[in-house]
């Protein structure tokens, strides 16, 4: 409650009389003091009078029922009768339409004591609510648009971690983060008793017209067949560049039998596939050599050596082929 000034308290008065409505039509309120029997306006600030479309002299007197909209009139008389009851500070909500506009407030509204001849006043301020909720709602895209931004960087960041992984020509991965996927897939298949294949590629001897157009067409089978090995792997799998004309796939979870069907499907396709350079038509080939873990090999290193023995068996064989490792069978003492 504000305090009950008397007559000693004049200069305070005064001050408060010239600070509040400065105050208030400073932050754009609209402040209103009425008869609180009679619901007549005594005073209003400038901001009010030009709200109800008069000049601050024009309004003492006056009603809203001879200002306003009858529905608007019962709304507002309803939210002063209700804080004249409670007999302290209430605020209430207003949303409405006026002059074609929509309107929506705040306002605060204060029941004086009774005066010496036992008269009390209303006090309202209003806070038109249209330009906080503005402003929320810009905070609130301020704060999408950092959040965007916070993905968008994080996106990116990922995307050059990822970069730095794989080889800039054919986006595989590089050997040594393939390394890493073989050790831990091995780890993993140890663990859960589960097998997985290794495949060893390299590209054949080039064609005569592929050798005469040199290290463009090179580069150009290699990374078409970089794409070939990502659409024919899948996420769980990993595939890397070894060297200039060398490939790996680690294929997880998969047996020998169809980790050869699969690869053989990938040679089909790599024998088929037509190239182009500087609109000529070209033609390549691939030997694969085929391991699996552990029944080709027991450890990471017997897995190296079984499929590059595979691979030079492919090769020995003329290319354009898959071969795979053999089997290792245990001999048990009877």
């Not at 017209?209 to 070939?228: D, K, N, S, Y």
């Not at 390549?284 to 030079?312: I, K, N, W």
Request: aromatic share 4%.
């Amino acid at each position: 409650m504000l305090p009950t000034l008397t007559s000693a308290d004049s200069a305070l008065e005064a001050a408060f009389a010239l600070l509040l409505p400065a105050l208030a039509e400073r932050q754009g309120v609209l402040l209103a003091v009425k008869d609180a029997a009679s619901g007549s306006y005594l005073w209003v600030n400038e901001a009010m009078a030009r709200w109800l479309h008069l000049e601050p002299a024009e309004v003492p007197g006056r009603t809203d029922a001879e200002l306003l909209d009858p529905t608007l009139v019962t709304t507002l008389r309803a939210a002063e009768h209700t804080a004249m009851s409670q007999g302290q500070p209430l605020t209430s909500e207003h949303r409405f339409e006026r002059d074609g506009d929509k309107h929506d407030y705040r306002v605060l509204r204060l029941l004086t004591p009774p005066d010496a001849e036992g008269r009390r006043l209303l006090c309202s301020a209003w806070t038109d609510q249209a330009a906080q909720k503005a402003k929320d709602a810009q905070l609130r895209a301020a704060l999408e648009q950092l959040e965007q931004l916070q993905r968008s960087i994080e996106t990116l960041r990922r995307e050059l971690q990822d970069h730095s992984l794989r080889d800039t020509r054919t986006g595989l991965y590089t050997r040594a983060h393939f390394d890493d996927q073989l050790r831990r897939e091995v780890d993993l298949s140890s663990r859960e008793h589960r097998e997985f294949a290794l495949v060893a590629i390299a590209v054949d001897p080039p064609t005569p017209r592929v050798a005469e157009l040199g290290q463009p067409a090179h580069t150009r089978i290699v990374e078409t067949l970089g794409r070939l090995l990502r659409g024919n792997t899948r996420a769980m799998d990993a595939s890397c560049r070894v060297d200039d004309s060398r490939f790996a796939v680690l294929l997880s979870g998969v047996g020998l039998a169809t980790a050869h069907a699969r690869v053989e499907s990938l040679r089909r396709e790599c024998a088929t596939q037509i190239v182009v350079l500087d609109g000529e038509e070209l033609r390549f080939s691939v030997s694969m050599g085929v391991a699996s873990y552990p029944h080709t090999a027991h450890s990471q290193e017997e897995l190296r050596e079984a499929c590059d023995s595979a691979l030079a068996e492919a090769q020995r064989r003329g290319g354009n082929v898959v071969t795979l490792a053999g089997i290792r069978f245990e001999r048990s003492d009877d």
